[in-house]
């Protein structure tokens, strides 16, 4: 059963920083693409940014670029999306995802809940 799961979410004032994991199992992702997605109440899913199965390449959203990081690590299971100088504009439930191409993905976590206080 594949599955993917976050953590690291929580409330922070602004200005924090946070690091959100993604734990993927019941398959290799090594060979796919992953990412980092989030959906703050009222809008629609964003893309935040994603990483090359082999963590080479990544991209990033323009509100989020310079100040968010995503790795993963060498087995290409587990990644990171480690979050500085967080707004209040960041807040939302942050979903990663993993996928056999840079804009298809399959897999989908439960989310984690980011919260960033003025």
């Known amino acids: 059963q594949v599955q993917l799961v976050e953590s690291g979410g929580g409330l922070v004032q602004a200005g924090d920083s946070l690091r959100l994991s993604c734990a993927a199992s019941?398959?290799?992702?090594?060979?796919?693409?992953m990412g980092w997605f989030r959906q703050a109440p009222g809008k629609e899913r964003e893309r935040v940014g994603i990483?090359?199965?082999?963590?080479?390449?990544?991209s990033y959203a323009d509100s989020v670029k310079g100040r968010f990081s995503i790795s993963r690590d060498k087995f290409g299971n587990t990644m990171y999306l480690q979050m500085n100088g967080l707004k209040p504009e960041d807040t939302a439930v942050y979903y990663c995802a993993a996928g056999s191409g840079a804009t298809m993905f399959n897999y989908w976590g439960q989310g984690t809940q980011v919260t960033v206080s003025s």
């Open positions: 990483i090359s199965w082999s963590g080479t390449s990544s």
């Open positions: 019941g398959r290799s992702f090594s060979s796919y693409y």
